[in-house]
């Protein structure tokens, strides 16, 4: 689900803070009746009260998992520290880092599936939505993460390798413009939906071999 220009743009949107838009996203995708949401959001400051209850509220109501972010200190290999998003949405859902590893050229090349930070491993994002999705538990062997019966090749230090698909839109993408209306469940009923913004200058963009410009939410 892309917040996206179309999303932004809508007149009904003007009404509404980030935090709102987000809560009103979030109950219409828990209504769809899907199966797992990952936001790709990082909710590490304080909204309005209301707006933070009206989005922890509809947090509640779909097994979520939430973006965290870890921090490299400046010359070092380890992750120096964690931006977890506020105590009552870590409450309500589970947080996973969304840490992504490029080349030079700043293309994504790795998503690292657990960071070390301050002795403790933390699960990215997409593993935890992945675990929470399958109902399933994980197993890192020395090349290979095991979920279920699915095998996926690793390499070093618990890095999976990212393969593009495609360009942009290659994943099936809904705007957050259609949620505005009400509920989807023709299309969202029993999935795993991320959500996150890919409006222009609002998110993070990298270079694959298929675009000069993917939203980092499609590669989560």
Not at 64 to 93: E, K, N, Q, Y
Not at 172 to 201: C, F, H, I, N
Request: aromatic share 4%; net charge negative; glycine share 8%.
């Amino acid at each position: 689900v892309a917040i996206d220009d179309a999303t932004l743009a809508d007149e009904a949107v003007a009404a509404f803070s980030r935090r709102a838009l987000l809560g009103l996203l979030a109950t219409r995708i828990a209504q769809s009746d899907a199966k797992t949401l990952a936001l790709d959001v990082l909710l590490a400051d304080r909204g309005d009260a209301d707006e933070d209850a009206g989005l922890l509220q509809a947090l509640g109501h779909v097994p979520s998992v939430i973006a965290a972010a870890a921090v490299f200190d400046d010359g070092a290999r380890a992750m120096g520290r964690m931006i977890w998003p506020l105590d009552a949405f870590r409450a309500v859902a589970q947080a996973g880092a969304v840490n992504v590893s490029t080349d030079a050229n700043g293309v994504p090349r790795y998503i690292p599936l657990l960071v070390m930070v301050d002795g403790t491993m933390v699960p990215s994002l997409p593993l935890l939505a992945a675990l929470e999705f399958t109902g399933q538990e994980a197993t890192f062997e020395t090349t290979e993460l095991v979920i279920g019966s699915r095998r996926v090749p690793l390499d070093r230090e618990f890095n999976m390798p990212l393969r593009a698909l495609g360009p942009t839109g290659t994943v099936q993408t809904l705007s957050a413009q259609v949620l505005l209306d009400g509920p989807a469940p023709d299309r969202l009923a029993g999935k795993m939906v991320v959500m996150g913004y890919t409006a222009t200058a609002t998110a993070d963009r990298f270079e694959t071999p298929f675009s000069l410009n993917t939203p980092g939410v499609e590669i989560i």
